[in-house]
């Protein structure tokens, strides 16, 4: 049940503003479940290290990101549209590609991820330390460096 006062918002909105409460109320719904998800599952903290364009690849650029897996952190699944090379620093992570075998990297191992690879595992191996690594991308200028894939 709505308290009073949001009633009362409500029957003095017009037709496009109640509709547009109504996403809101939805909107505010989602968030609290992200939340909820996140709390269970912590996300991966990004941090950009590079950002160049590449002279003699036209509409090119490279990227370089630094990755913070907390304990039990689990990406979406998803596709960099990118060549993705990836560094372990610390920690230990499980990565898998569409097709492909699941690894386990450790300090000093690497990963590729090509163009057309659908990610569909990259997580933390543990639930009690964090893992860190470095992803190094090849992508189109301006392209989002990461798409979810439902």
Known sequence: MKPAYASAIVAGLTRKG?????????????????????????????????SRDLTGFEGKEAMMLSVEYPPGAVDPIHRHDAHAFVYVLEGTIVMQV????????????????????????GRNASTTAPARFVVFFIKDRGAPILTPVP
């Open 18 to 50: 109640k509709h547009r409460y109504r996403v809101l109320l939805l909107a505010s719904a989602l968030l609290g479940l992200t939340t909820v998800a996140s709390a269970q599952n912590p996300e991966a903290k990004l941090t950009s290290l590079l």
């Open 98 to 121: 569409k097709g492909g075998e699941s690894v386990t990297l450790n300090p000093g191992q690497t990963f590729y991820e090509g163009p057309d690879d659908v990610h569909v595992v």
